[in-house]
């Protein structure tokens, strides 16, 4: 059974950063294309950035595209979304999500998913 865990978030004052991590067990970590979607509320939950099993190609949303980064170390069962330049409109529920198929498939969508974390918590304020 594959578990992701995500931590990190926290309260932050815009413009500010949080680091996000999600570490994985119990599957073969450097075979999953990895995602971050984020759920506001009221809101869906929407893509915000997936990276691909090697960690050398990556896709942003738009909206967070030149503020948010992400890495992976598969040595540490490991995913990292730096989020830097905070806006209010940042504030959601970010979850960690796995992609146990082949290729990359519709990786906007949910579920194009397999495994997913509990979600952490990144408020920003004004």
């Known amino acids: 059974q594959v578990q992701l865990v995500e931590s990190g978030g926290g309260l932050v004052q815009a413009g500010g950063s949080l680091r996000l991590s999600c570490t994985a067990s119990?599957?073969?970590?450097?075979?999953?294309?990895m995602g971050w979607f984020r759920q506001a509320p009221g809101k869906e939950r929407d893509f915000v950035v997936a990276?691909?099993?090697?960690?050398?190609?990556?896709s942003y949303a738009d909206s967070v595209k030149g503020r948010f980064t992400i890495s992976r170390d598969n040595a540490k069962n490991t995913v990292t979304l730096q989020m830097n330049s905070l806006k209010p409109e940042d504030t959601a529920v970010y979850y960690c999500?796995?992609?146990?198929?082949?290729?990359?498939?519709?990786?906007?969508?949910?579920?194009?998913?397999?495994?997913w974390g509990q979600g952490t918590q990144v408020t920003v304020s004004t």
């Open positions: 119990g599957g073969t970590f450097s075979g999953y294309l």
């Open positions: 990276i691909s099993r090697s960690g050398g190609v990556t």
């Open positions: 999500a796995a992609r146990n198929r082949l290729g990359w498939g519709d990786f906007r969508r949910l579920g194009e998913y397999d495994y």
